[in-house]
């Protein structure tokens, strides 16, 4: 800034206003980081990538064929604005989806809001739910979003560890000793990232049992309810006495291929759906209709059905079966389990790590730097996540696994023998 005063020039410093505590408070994902950093590698065809959490296949043809047509034919009503709970057609199909596949019943106009990616719903769900000074446990490691959307809403966040020893199970001696007059929320990811554990039936009964008895919601992701390969998958929501407190948070990111156009869904009782649909008014306003219109595609003549059961499932299956074969073969003394569902391998890499006199995100950035190969530090997921890594197993095809793997294999070698 300059001022001028009797002809003369003076300067003065131009200080900006202060930025919000809250913001000054949180931290970028490191996951954006490294999603970002592969953006900027997309020309490095040798770069090999067990690190996003992105499906890599397309989406169905029937939806990319609509979605051509709906842009070519009906542009301006495929762009326009919806209502910000979304197109009732879409929640009326999310509604019969859900009561088809898991039995559990909602009221599409009551019940059921379209949200901008499961993301947000559950920023909206902890918007709506916490207040200042509350308690969300979190499973420690889990998906590191849920932190810093606790931390925007004013909640404290205590940690309920899970082990590779354990299968990644919870322990519900455990729970109780973490509940407290201040518990508010528990949050639920099953399938889970970064562990692929799905969570056992006794545990899921045992957790609405504690929610009924101590007064607290249960936010329960439902990211990869679809994506299940070696077990039985219902929603916590269909558990006995769980409708009114479990606020179910779903996303089509992962069986749909669609990450991109950001389109989930959020299934709760009424009020709170109301309450939602508050705070969502003035973040996004209304979700993205060229996608509501697509997934009304998706959702119909038995497009999701085929498309998981003949595409995504055995694709999947298939790649994480031969990373688990890699794994052993090239990382003899890493342990992991088998994940029942998502996308991810999580490995326990202290047997290499101590040897080599690395942190798990030193391992990580020194194998992308030498070796070309992305992975994910396990300690970006919790404290219980140290000494571990992410694999992702989707984004490949085998033989780029194997090629991954090789290279691994002779880094660790390299600092280890």
């Avoid at 949200?115 to 709506?128: K, L, V």
């Avoid at 354990?166 to 509940?179: M, S, T």
């Amino acid at each position: 800034m300059i001022h001028i005063f009797g002809g003369v020039i003076l300067s003065a410093v131009c200080f900006l206003p202060t930025l919000s505590d809250m913001v000054g408070g949180l931290k970028i994902s490191p996951i954006r980081r490294v999603a970002a950093l592969l953006d900027q590698a997309r020309q490095k065809q040798n770069l090999i990538s067990f690190g996003g959490g992105a499906p890599s296949l397309p989406p169905p043809p029937e939806v990319v064929e609509h979605m051509c047509q709906l842009i070519e034919v009906e542009a301006k009503g495929a762009c326009s604005y919806t209502g910000t709970r979304g197109i009732p057609e879409l929640r009326e199909l999310i509604a019969e989806d859900t009561r088809k596949w898991f039995g559990v019943s909602y009221d599409p106009e009551k019940e059921v809001i379209v949200t901008d990616g499961g993301t947000e719903g559950i920023y909206c769900a902890f918007m709506t739910l916490l207040n200042r000074n509350d308690e969300v446990i979190l499973m420690d490691p889990t998906y590191l979003g849920y932190r810093e959307a606790a931390k925007i809403a004013g909640a404290r966040t205590k940690s309920l560890s899970v082990s590779v020893g354990k299968g990644f199970q919870p322990d519900v001696e455990d729970l109780k000793d973490l509940i407290s007059p201040s518990t508010k929320l528990f949050v639920l990811l099953s399938p889970d990232n970064p562990t692929g554990r799905v969570v056992e039936s006794d545990f899921a009964r045992a957790l609405v049992d504690l929610a009924e008895d101590h007064d607290f919601w249960i936010v329960s992701d439902e990211a990869y309810k679809h994506i299940v390969y070696d077990a039985d998958h219902t929603p916590i929501s269909g558990v006995k006495n769980a409708h009114e407190r479990v606020v179910s948070v779903n996303t089509f990111s992962k069986e749909a291929s669609i990450p991109g156009l950001r389109l989930g869904y959020a299934l709760a009782p009424p009020e709170v759906v109301e309450a939602m649909e508050k705070i969502k008014q003035y973040i996004s306003l209304a979700p993205n209709s060229l996608a509501q219109f697509a997934m009304v595609r998706f959702l119909q003549d038995g497009t999701k059905e085929r498309y998981l059961k003949e595409t995504v499932i055995p694709t999947y299956k298939k790649r994480r079966d031969f990373m688990g074969e890699q794994i052993h073969r090239h990382l003899p003394e890493a342990r992991t389990t088998t994940p029942a569902g998502a996308f991810y391998y999580f490995v326990d890499m202290s047997s290499y790590l101590e040897k080599m006199d690395r942190t798990d995100e030193g391992f990580a950035d020194r194998l992308l730097v030498r070796k070309s190969v992305v992975t994910i530090p396990g300690s970006y997921f919790g404290e219980g996540g140290t000494q571990h890594i992410r694999l992702t197993f989707v984004s490949e095809p085998e033989e780029r696994i194997r090629l991954g793997f090789e290279a691994i294999d002779e880094y660790v070698t390299s600092y280890t023998f």
